[in-house]
Structures are given as structure tokens and as C-alpha cells.
């Protein structure tokens, strides 16, 4: 079963550290999106791609992150001078590019900041 | 700016009570509902998609309706592997990202 794949799947790293995550879509899906979920709550959405550009980004996205998807393949979300507020799982989704498909979740990885 | 309310957040079941799980929305032009279960360490799984009031869909135990307000999911002689969180999402206007909400935790005892 090829669905969308994250790595890692957890990462404990210290406050002001940089890290950057990777999500593989399911390979004929040519829209990703990031999301980021706390505990207790719905995920929100960070950013989303469709091939290799970004076409939108959350007000939830600081300076500190970025997101790339060269090649309109993988994607991989860089997290620059990690805080304690950054702590949260990190979701990808990948979904066709026709409208109201549904977005298919990958198992995400889990931050957690010291 | 779009709203997903989910009632109630948690509920706690017999195997084989039946129950419904509310989802109510406000948002400018509804393209899609989303229902999809979220175990422990899990990313969400698709379950359905309604797209007008009126739709029905099922799927073994679980079956989502929706009307222009709320979305309902009802879970019918639940066994304990329903056992999950439950979450709604839509989708709307010309965005192409989910708004979810904030989920509702069912746990089914044997």
C-alpha cells in the first residue's frame, strides 16, 4: 500500500535548533498540504502545493518556516530556530487535483521542543 | 472566515448503542464535507465525502448525512473497534484546504 509517507516519525530536538521534516505523496497526486495538529484539536492548515508551486500559505506560517516541493514530488517543511510553541504533530496530506477530492493523511511527525 | 463546530467531544458508549456524532458549519459556499477517523498516533483516515444537502452516504457501521447547517454521522450497533476520533472538515469558496474541526472522541466498551 503506497499512501503518503512521513519522516521522521518523531523528533525531540532542543529550543532554537533547526528541523526539517519530509512527506512523500501518493505518487499520482499532484496536490500536497501541510497541516499541524495539537493535542485536542483539529489539525489547521500551514501550506499547500500543487506540483512544484506553493500556492498558499496560513497566517499561521512564520518567518521561520518554509515548505518546498521540488519536482512536484516530495516535499519536505524546514523549521528555523525551533520554539517551545512549535511542540505539535506535523501532518501531510496528498489529493488529486480535481475540486473536492478528498485529502489522504499520512501518520505525521510528532515535535516535541525541550 | 469558515467555522466547524463539533458536538460532543467526547462520548462514551455500550458495544452496540447506537449514537450520533453533530458537525455544524458556517461557511460561504460549501464544496465538500469531510468525515474522517483519527487513531491514537495516526494521521486521519478518509472515511466520506458529502458535497449537498440532502446526501447520504454509509459505510458499514458509520453513515453521514448532511444538511445546509450540520452534518451528522451516525454510528449504528457500534463495537469497540469504533473505538476513535472523529473528525469533520470542510471545504469552500474557491480554497482548496480543510477546516476542521475540533473532533469528537468515541469510546466503545464491550
Known amino acids: 500500500d503506497t499512501g503518503v509517507s512521513q519522516d521522521p516519525r518523531h523528533k525531540i530536538t532542543k529550543r532554537g535548533q533547526n528541523v526539517t521534516f519530509r512527506c512523500d505523496p501518493i505518487?499520482?497526486?499532484?496536490?500536497l498540504y501541510w497541516y499541524r495538529q495539537t493535542l485536542g484539536q483539529g489539525p489547521e492548515f500551514l501550506t499547500y502545493?500543487?506540483?512544484?508551486?506553493?500556492?498558499?500559505k496560513s497566517r499561521l506560517l512564520s518567518d521561520r518556516f518554509s515548505a518546498e516541493r521540488p519536482k512536484g514530488s516530495f516535499s519536505t517543511l524546514e523549521i528555523q530556530r525551533t520554539e517551545q510553541g512549535d511542540s505539535a504533530m506535523y501532518l501531510c496530506?496528498?489529493?488529486?487535483?480535481?475540486?473536492?477530492?478528498?485529502?489522504?493523511f499520512g501518520d505525521g511527525t510528532r515535535l516535541s521542543i525541550l | 472566515e469558515d467555522q466547524v463546530t463539533q458536538s460532543p467531544e467526547a462520548l462514551r458508549l455500550q458495544e452496540g448503542e447506537s449514537s450520533s456524532l453533530n458537525c455544524s458549519y458556517t461557511?460561504?459556499?460549501?464544496?465538500?464535507l469531510f468525515w474522517y477517523r483519527q487513531d491514537p498516533g495516526k494521521g486521519p483516515e478518509f472515511l466520506f465525502t458529502?458535497?449537498?444537502a440532502g446526501e447520504e452516504k454509509e459505510k458499514e457501521r458509520l453513515k453521514a448525512t448532511l444538511t445546509k447547517k450540520e452534518s451528522f454521522l451516525h454510528i449504528t450497533a457500534p463495537k469497540p473497534e469504533d473505538s476513535a476520533t472523529y473528525l469533520c472538515?470542510?471545504?469552500?469558496?474557491?480554497?482548496?484546504?480543510?477546516?476542521f474541526g475540533a473532533g469528537t472522541t468515541v469510546t466503545v466498551r464491550a
Open positions: 502545493f500543487q506540483n512544484e508551486a506553493q500556492l498558499e
Open positions: 461557511v460561504s459556499g460549501l464544496r465538500g
Open positions: 472538515a470542510v471545504q469552500a469558496g474557491n480554497d482548496y484546504k480543510l477546516s
Open positions: 496530506a496528498s489529493s488529486l487535483g480535481f475540486s473536492n477530492q478528498p485529502q489522504h
Open positions: 505518487s499520482e497526486h499532484n496536490r
Open positions: 458529502l458535497y449537498s
